[in-house]
């Protein structure tokens, strides 16, 4: 790679944008290539064709896509000639990468074959993730033990581990010796410790499938201890392991007694690359040694930027391979690796060996001591991920010029927020359906506002339901979501690679996953307006830095997911929106690490401010972690929450309990918790604690008792609307404060915004049209502005506030901030519409009124999935018509898009509320001929093909190789490699339904 220039690149992306007045607007009208959306564009097993990659790339460069991240995969469809990994598949990979980069495109490059983790089939067992396993056998002494040790057993794989008979036969064949121990054997039948598998590190799963699985490990301040004869005594613990001879025996003289002695081994976890193509499914590396990672660099990235470079460097910084990204964590953990004890003593002081039957379930010394053992032994495995694993993928990434990029969701053994923080752009991931992976948003979001990243990534409208339903209009509502919660890039899952041309459509899906965003679905061509809203939206909401009040202060260790107070939020599932004062999550290693105190705000370098830091309510906590509080609360922080009253580790006990309780004292005065919400004035800063901030259900005190704190302290919502019916986000720069509002309803709403600024004139920016406009309808007063506002169903603005830009207390209320528009005329009657023969509809056609297609009579239209025209001429009749008058066309209801022409005239897309066009460049007194290009999704045309008479009609097939070179049904229209619909499958909504109607505006003024 061109390592100067691309280290350019890392410098500017990770600056705070800084823009002067004039080009700020001018990049919102014109937003930069960096701001455009990207794809997942996915692989499927060897089905692969040079000459289909560069049409993909072209395809997506016509329409606004201006990035791509690569991924291969193994979803059952039968596999391609040109397997994964080998030369001609590594010069396609080159070609096309540096194709993408002449096109001055941007490609982004995952951790390994399939969507998860790092690893592949140059991955040995011993290369592989680890756990620590043992067994036990019981002796008598006095006696000589002389006999051979078996092996442990590997840990139970978990689900998603996807071994063949190979990786188990390798799995099973390797064994490390770590340590043979002995000790008295308890009395009485072993004490055991509940929740083994997650507080062991053994078995930790996604989150997002099962949300009945814990999310994080809670530390006690109290435990229910076992009887001592139930328990390892921790002085009598003998280390073997010198007896022990290679082949397993041990020759030991035993004292008297009952003894046990426990054999520990490091074994596989059996966790492979998943779902990878077949010739890269191999083990996932070791994700506590940086040296394993190393060489999978060498066996996989290191081979496809040879041949890159070969092929020629990008024209500009930030184009062709720019970035390495490890996507969602679906690899479960590991608790073990070569050196861990070493690791484990210089990080935690003592010896973690005689806790080794923990790690099977059994209590040592004490059930108290134990858990902080285990919680240790979590502390020392997540720093392990982070410096050995994210941290050398970011080191090797940036030795080379490329970025990281991180998805750091779903229940990783580092924590998601920790595990995102190391990156140089953070991602996360939401659904379309089924799963609601909102808290990954969340947390993505927050490490973007601590750590200072200023682009923030989604794979975006993820889907295993509906896959070809999905279009523009209805998704606005959650692109509007997703941009209000602070996502700032959006990637579509997914462009399937169309290997198989354009002759057959819809062609290749990823089986059923994703909203098939490609070059073959019906709308492809009309996508750049919905693209350049898209790009207007990211680009602004980079700037600067986005203004939140709460800080949320998650627990210490891992693994742990952050959910806010479920009253934190509003709206549905998947789409809950944060309320009016905005908020964030941060670690406690971020904490420390970032946070300083600037007036009275919690503040980070390069990232947000916030006024009140919230402590989750848990009784454990470290003495470094306290010790950051107090020094934030004497230089001025507020801080929410009741004192912790002991360490949940082992390191330095009993001292660390006594240095919580010491500087608990410091900070809130005593332990005995106030029946109310008291105030302590401490240092600079202030502390709230009290009963009532004792949360009834999660970690953290009620949104409520927060906010009635906040305003107590002077402090309004930032944003606030009577209607309850718009969500927004709040961003400023040096120059101008803005804010994004919507709608998040499908009725229009008529309002007012009330926003926490005062002093400065309001301006309406419109990112569908780029358009901007004063707003003179607005009262400013007590440190607030209200703004009459009016919003279409699911429209979107962003209201700006320059600083250069004063205003008056009370604007002119007489000018309305939304025209009225009056209806003229109406396009009643007859239109002449044209289907597309090839698609199965008829050429010509007259309706006499306008109409769903799927109410039609005729079977063509009835099940048509494609672009039909619409055709009709008419006279404009509108005596009050003035050379400032402003016409509109206004299309009704329309089902999905539309491009409109007028007299020759192309007046662009519509593809959201309010669907409408102005018309008065274009429009003529009489002999208007209009022509609306109308286009739907594919699910018609798919359920049309599934019917009897095209169903099955037609035999396909590819001498090339692709798809095994087997031959498939097709219908009479259509062929899609995995069927997402039945024959009864609902039709839906097509067309034009109207009214179509010609609106006047007749007191527009031009600011």
């Known amino acids: 790679m061109n390592q100067p220039t691309s280290i350019l690149f890392i410098a500017l992306t990770l600056i705070a944008g800084g823009l002067r007045a004039d080009e700020f607007v001018d990049a919102f009208r014109n937003p930069p290539d960096a701001s455009r959306p990207g794809v997942y564009w996915y692989f499927m097993d060897g089905n692969q064709d040079r000459d289909e990659m560069i049409a993909d790339l072209r395809a997506m460069k016509e329409v606004g896509i201006g990035s791509v991240l690569f991924l291969e995969v193994d979803l059952g469809m039968p596999r391609g000639p040109i397997p994964f990994m080998t030369e001609p598949w590594q010069d396609n990979i080159a070609h096309a990468f540096a194709e993408a980069g002449r096109m001055e495109m941007e490609v982004i490059l995952g951790t390994g074959p399939g969507w998860s983790g790092s690893g592949g089939s140059w991955v040995k067992a011993e290369d592989s993730m680890k756990h620590l396993v043992g067994n036990s056998l019981k002796v008598t002494g006095p006696a000589m033990l002389d006999?051979?040790?078996?092996?442990?057993?590997?840990?139970?794989?978990?689900?998603?581990?996807?071994?063949?008979?190979?990786?188990?036969?390798?799995?099973?064949?390797?064994?490390?010796?770590?340590?043979?121990?002995?000790?008295?054997?308890?009395?009485?039948?072993?004490?055991?410790?509940?929740?083994?598998?997650?507080?062991?590190?053994?078995?930790?799963?996604?989150?997002?499938?099962?949300?009945?699985?814990?999310?994080?490990?809670?530390?006690?301040?109290?435990?229910?201890?076992?009887?001592?004869?139930?328990?390892?005594?921790?002085?009598?613990?003998?280390?073997?392991?010198?007896?022990?001879?290679?082949?397993?025996?041990?020759?030991?003289?035993?004292?008297?007694?009952?003894?046990?002695?426990?054999?520990?081994?490091?074994?596989?976890?059996?966790?492979?690359?998943?779902?990878?193509?077949?010739?890269?499914?191999?083990?996932?590396?070791?994700?506590?040694?940086?040296?394993?990672?190393?060489?999978?660099?060498?066996?996989?990235?290191?081979?496809?930027?040879?041949?890159?470079?070969?092929?020629?460097?990008?024209?500009?910084?930030?184009?062709?391979?720019?970035?390495?990204?490890?996507?969602?964590?679906?690899?479960?953990?590991?608790?073990?690796?070569?050196?861990?004890?070493?690791?484990?003593?210089?990080?935690?002081?003592?010896?973690?060996?005689?806790?080794?039957?923990?790690?099977?379930?059994?209590?040592?010394?004490?059930?108290?001591?134990?858990?902080?053992?285990?919680?240790?032994?979590?502390?020392?495995?997540?720093?392990?991920?982070?410096?050995?694993?994210?941290?050398?993928?970011?080191q090797i990434a940036h030795e080379h010029g490329l970025l990281y990029s991180n998805e750091p969701y779903d229940m990783n053994p580092a924590g998601d927020i920790d595990l995102g923080s190391v990156a140089d752009i953070p991602m996360c991931e939401f659904w379309n359906a089924p799963h609601d992976t909102q808290y990954g948003c969340i947390e993505a979001v927050s490490i973007s506002h601590t750590m200072g990243p200023q682009v923030v990534k989604a794979e975006a409208f993820t889907s295993s339901e509906d896959a070809f339903a999905k279009h523009p209009a209805n998704m606005k509502n959650q692109t509007d979501w997703a941009l209000a919660i602070g996502i700032n890039g959006i990637?579509?899952?997914?462009?399937?690679?169309?290997?198989?041309?354009?002759?057959?459509?819809?062609?290749?899906?990823?089986?059923?996953?994703?909203?098939?965003?490609?070059?073959?679905?019906?709308?492809?061509?009309?996508?750049?307006?919905?693209?350049?809203?898209?790009?207007?939206?990211?680009?602004?909401?980079?700037?600067?830095?986005?203004?939140?009040?709460?800080?949320?202060?998650?627990?210490?260790?891992?693994?742990?997911?952050?959910?806010?107070?479920?009253?934190?939020?509003?709206?549905?599932?998947?789409?809950?929106?944060?309320?009016?004062?905005?908020?964030?999550?941060?670690?406690?290693?971020?904490?420390?690490?970032?946070?300083?105190?600037?007036?009275?705000?919690?503040?980070?370098?390069?990232?947000?401010?916030?006024?009140?830091?919230?402590?989750?309510?848990?009784?454990?906590?470290?003495?470094?972690?306290?010790?950051?509080?107090?020094?934030?609360?004497?230089?001025?922080?507020?801080?929410?929450?009741?004192?912790?009253?002991?360490?949940?580790?082992?390191?330095?006990?009993?001292?660390?309990?006594?240095?919580?309780?010491?500087?608990?004292?410091?900070?809130?005065?005593?332990?005995?918790?106030?029946?109310?919400?008291?105030?302590?004035?401490?240092?600079?800063?202030?502390?709230?604690?009290?009963?009532?901030?004792?949360?009834?259900?999660?970690?953290?005190?009620?949104?409520?008792?927060?906010?009635?704190?906040?305003?107590?302290?002077?402090?309004?919502?930032?944003?606030?609307?009577?209607?309850?019916?718009?969500?927004?986000?709040?961003?400023?720069?040096?120059?101008?404060?803005?804010?994004?509002?919507a709608n998040r309803t499908e009725e229009r709403v008529d309002t007012e915004g009330i926003f926490r600024i005062e002093g400065r004139q309001p301006q309406l920016w419109d990112p569908v049209t780029g358009t901007t406009r004063q707003l003179e309808n607005y009262e400013a007063r007590d440190g607030m502005t209200t703004i009459p506002l009016s919003f279409e169903p699911y429209q979107s603005f962003f209201v700006v506030f320059p600083k250069s830009n004063s205003g008056n207390d009370r604007a002119n209320v007489a000018i309305e901030n939304f025209p009225t528009l009056k209806n003229s005329l109406q396009l009643d009657g007859v239109w002449d519409v044209a289907f597309d023969p090839v698609r199965g509809g008829p050429a010509d056609v007259t309706f006499d009124r306008l109409q769903d297609w799927t109410k039609h009579p005729e079977s063509g239209v009835r099940y048509y999935s494609g672009v039909a025209t619409y055709r009709k001429r008419f006279d404009l009749s509108t005596p009050d018509v003035s050379d400032d008058t402003r016409l509109y066309l206004d299309l009704g209801t329309v089902h999905d898009l539309c491009r409109v022409r007028l007299n020759g005239h192309d007046l662009g897309v519509v593809w959201t509320a309010p669907w409408r066009v102005d018309i008065a460049s274009a429009v003529k007194p009489s002999d208007n001929q209009l022509e609306i290009d109308v286009v739907n999704g594919w699910a018609n045309r798919l359920i049309g093909d599934l019917q009897e008479g095209d169903r099955g009609v037609r035999e396909v097939t590819w001498k090339s190789g692709l798809l095994d070179g087997k031959t498939f049904s097709a219908g009479r229209f259509s062929f899609v490699t995995h069927q997402h619909y039945k024959p009864a499958s609902p039709l839906l909504p097509a067309g034009l339904l109207g009214p179509v109607t010609v609106l006047v505006e007749s007191s527009a003024e031009t600011p």
């Open 147 to 394: 006999e051979i040790l078996e092996i442990p057993p590997p840990h139970p794989a978990n689900h998603f581990a996807g071994m063949n008979a190979v990786h188990e036969s390798e799995r099973n064949a390797w064994h490390e010796d770590v340590a043979v121990i002995a000790f008295p054997t308890p009395a009485e039948e072993t004490a055991t410790i509940d929740q083994i598998n997650i507080k062991t590190l053994k078995d930790v799963q996604p989150y997002s499938i099962r949300r009945t699985l814990q999310r994080f490990v809670a530390s006690r301040a109290d435990y229910t201890e076992p009887d001592k004869s139930s328990v390892i005594d921790l002085n009598q613990v003998i280390d073997l392991t010198s007896l022990m001879q290679p082949d397993g025996r041990i020759r030991w003289s035993v004292p008297k007694g009952e003894w046990t002695v426990m054999r520990f081994v490091s074994r596989s976890t059996g966790q492979t690359t998943r779902p990878a193509p077949q010739t890269g499914h191999g083990f996932e590396t070791n994700k506590f040694d940086r040296e394993s990672y190393q060489r999978h660099w060498e066996n996989f990235h290191a081979k496809l930027i040879k041949k890159i470079d070969a092929k020629g460097g990008p024209l500009k910084p930030g184009t062709g391979l720019t970035t390495i990204h490890l996507d969602s964590w679906e690899m479960s953990s590991q608790n073990w690796t070569a050196g861990f004890r070493e690791e484990f003593r210089k990080r935690r002081g003592y010896d973690p060996q005689p806790f080794y039957p923990a790690y099977t379930g059994l209590v040592v010394d004490s059930l108290e001591r134990t858990e902080r053992f285990l919680w240790d032994m979590r502390k020392t495995s997540q720093e392990l991920v982070l410096e050995q694993y994210a941290g050398v993928i970011k």
């Open 491 to 741: 990637v579509f899952h997914t462009y399937q690679h169309q290997t198989l041309g354009d002759k057959e459509q819809p062609g290749m899906t990823m089986g059923p996953y994703g909203v098939q965003w490609h070059r073959n679905q019906t709308f492809w061509r009309f996508l750049p307006a919905y693209h350049e809203y898209l790009a207007r939206c990211s680009h602004l909401l980079r700037q600067g830095e986005a203004v939140a009040d709460i800080l949320y202060l998650t627990p210490e260790g891992a693994p742990h997911i952050f959910e806010a107070p479920e009253d934190a939020t509003e709206g549905v599932t998947r789409m809950r929106d944060k309320k009016g004062y905005a908020f964030d999550a941060v670690t406690p290693r971020i904490l420390a690490m970032r946070a300083r105190v600037e007036g009275d705000r919690i503040a980070f370098p390069d990232g947000s401010k916030y006024r009140v830091l919230v402590l989750p309510d848990v009784p454990a906590m470290t003495p470094e972690s306290l010790a950051t509080i107090k020094k934030l609360v004497e230089a001025g922080a507020t801080v929410i929450g009741n004192p912790p009253v002991k360490s949940p580790s082992l390191v330095d006990y009993p001292a660390c309990d006594d240095e919580v309780s010491r500087l608990a004292e410091s900070i809130w005065g005593g332990a005995e918790v106030p029946e109310e919400v008291t105030r302590i004035e401490r240092g600079k800063g202030e502390v709230f604690w009290g009963g009532a901030l004792a949360p009834s259900s999660g970690l953290f005190p009620s949104y409520l008792t927060t906010e009635s704190i906040l305003f107590g302290l002077g402090l309004p919502e930032d944003f606030s609307s009577p209607s309850g019916k718009l969500r927004y986000i709040h961003r400023q720069t040096e120059d101008r404060d803005f804010y994004f509002v």
